[in-house]
């Protein structure tokens, strides 16, 4: 297993955008899938998004439309560009190994990166 850094957030107006990196310290390899998740104030944490080996990609209700998320195998990364960001976005968003019905792989979650959408 790797270790994983989100990085990328910041505070942003709504309706503006943040792209969000997640890096390995060593390489993602293809046959890994690879998400997303997010926790808003007040809220458990959510899958946002997933990429599966053959990156095949699967989005919450939520984000569809305005998120996308991508890999990098060679790089050791994956990414979550996110448009049109609204105050629902607001929330620490963690990546993990795992797809969208296998659930987080990775035991230990890293710091995750924070998002903050004003009105």
């Known amino acids: 297993q790797v270790q994983l850094m989100e990085s990328g957030g910041g505070l942003v107006q709504a309706g503006g955008s943040l792209r969000l990196s997640c890096a390995a310290s060593g390489s993602i390899r293809s046959i890994n899938n690879m998400a997303w998740y997010r926790e808003a104030p007040g809220k458990s944490r959510e899958l946002v998004a997933s990429?599966?080996?053959?990156?095949?990609?699967n989005y919450a209700n939520s984000v569809e439309g305005r998120f996308t998320i991508s890999r990098d195998n060679g790089a050791g990364t994956i990414f979550l560009q996110m448009n049109n960001l609204t105050i629902d976005d607001t929330g620490t968003y963690y990546c993990?190994?795992?797809?969208?019905?296998?659930?987080?792989?990775?035991?230990?979650w890293g710091q995750g990166t924070r998002v903050t959408v004003l009105e």
């Open positions: 993990n190994m795992g797809g969208w019905y296998d659930g987080p792989s990775l035991p230990v």
């Open positions: 990429i599966s080996t053959g990156s095949r990609t």
